[in-house]
């Protein structure tokens, strides 16, 4: 164990108000801090609608060093605060070297995994599964115009098509309106509706099943606090909803989250539209960054001006748990190994797809 590190796992509630204070402290310092997921508001609703929700709070030497917000699982792994929601997570530090392998042994659970950890945080380099992926960002800093110019510079042709499919919905003979900040329920129903529907027709995890998953979400769009805030955005035509769009802010960052589109206007491109129109309007609102998340799409690389590391993997320390789980990487890289095609992949797909519904059932 590194000399000096001592760790205390407690609930939301025990969290006490100067320690809350020296979170929101570690936080404005730094930037790469700024998404909504660190706000100490995600952790507390989080906590409201699951009873494995914790913090493990670490000193070094004495001194109070960081935060850890997570849930410990039944099973004995503990994930990122949000499970399946959380897109990017890490130590709320000003100490970004902190030691997470020291503080997994000072707090006696086995297993920490993740998936979406900041890369700048050695803590979790340290750890990871394979190389840094780029979770992309667009940059407003310098406002709009100048993003859009970046975005054409980098790939001039499909910015070409973007602006063609905003001239199209401009020119439309229809009623179009953008509502960025919607506070209609009905709204964020539609949205929710179409997402799980999405989910059915690919065949993916609808992480909606969950009764906590939807609670978040709807305690998140009532939330209006200056460092988190749920944020609906909707474009309707001729008074029917062609894309929407939820997510959360702070004051600096956007975390895209939840796009839908309505295939009827697909032609239209409307998601697209909707993206430029939050953009060029949440520039004029102290957003300075968006932040898309990680993923190989199209529409990440053309609106993506920037991005930062993040990385995967699990930090351990010798327990049952861990057993279970190297048994289960050691089956998937002998898989790996086999001349078998596309089937070598099959088990460690099957290995994540349960890792994902576990955590979005809290298991």
């Given at each position: ?71 410990l ?12 929601l ?13 030691d ?11 297993v ?48 070409r ?105 697909a ?10 129109e ?53 089956l ?32």
């Open positions: 164990m590194a000399p000096g590190i001592s760790t205390q796992i407690i609930t939301v509630d025990q969290l006490t108000d100067g320690q809350r204070m020296a979170w929101k402290a570690m936080q404005d310092s730094n930037f790469a801090l700024a998404s909504p997921y660190f706000a100490p508001e995600f952790t507390e609703i989080l906590a409201t609608h699951r009873a494995d929700t914790r913090i493990l709070i670490v000193s070094r030497n004495g001194t109070l060093a960081g935060f850890l917000p997570m849930h699982s039944r099973s004995g792994v503990a994930r990122p605060i949000g499970g399946p959380g897109d990017h997570h890490g130590f709320i530090t000003d100490q970004p070297e902190l997470l392998e020291a503080a997994l042994m000072s707090a006696g659970f086995g920490f995994a993740f998936h979406g950890a900041l890369a700048d945080q050695t803590a979790f380099l340290k750890h990871c599964d394979g190389p840094p992926e780029i979770s992309w960002v667009s940059d407003l800093t310098r406002g709009y115009d100048a993003f859009m110019a970046e975005c054409a510079a980098n790939d001039a042709k499909a910015m098509n973007i602006r063609a499919r905003l001239r199209k919905l401009e020119n439309l003979d229809a009623k179009v309106v953008f509502r960025i900040d919607d506070r209609r329920p009905e709204a964020l129903d539609a949205l929710i509706t179409a997402k799980r529907e999405q989910y059915r027709r690919t065949h993916a995890l609808d992480i909606f099943v969950a009764p906590w998953v939807q609670a978040t979400i709807l305690d998140l769009f009532e939330t209006r606090e200056p460092g988190l805030r749920g944020l609906l955005s909707t474009l309707e035509i001729d008074g029917q909803l062609a894309a929407a769009h939820f997510g959360m802010r702070s004051q600096s960052v956007l975390h895209y989250w939840f796009p839908v589109f309505w295939p009827e206007h032609n239209l491109g409307p998601g697209l539209s909707l993206y430029c939050m953009a060029r309007e949440l520039s004029r609102d102290g957003i300075t960054q968006i932040h898309m998340g990680p993923g190989d799409y199209d529409f990440k690389r053309r609106l993506g001006n920037a991005g930062f590391g993040v990385v995967s993997g699990q930090a351990q320390r010798p327990s049952l748990t861990q057993a279970v789980i190297a048994a289960g990487r050691g998937d890289r002998f898989a790996q190994s086999l001349p078998l095609g596309r089937a070598s992949n099959w088990p460690g797909k099957a290995i994540r797809r349960i890792d994902k519904w576990a955590s979005v059932h809290a298991l």
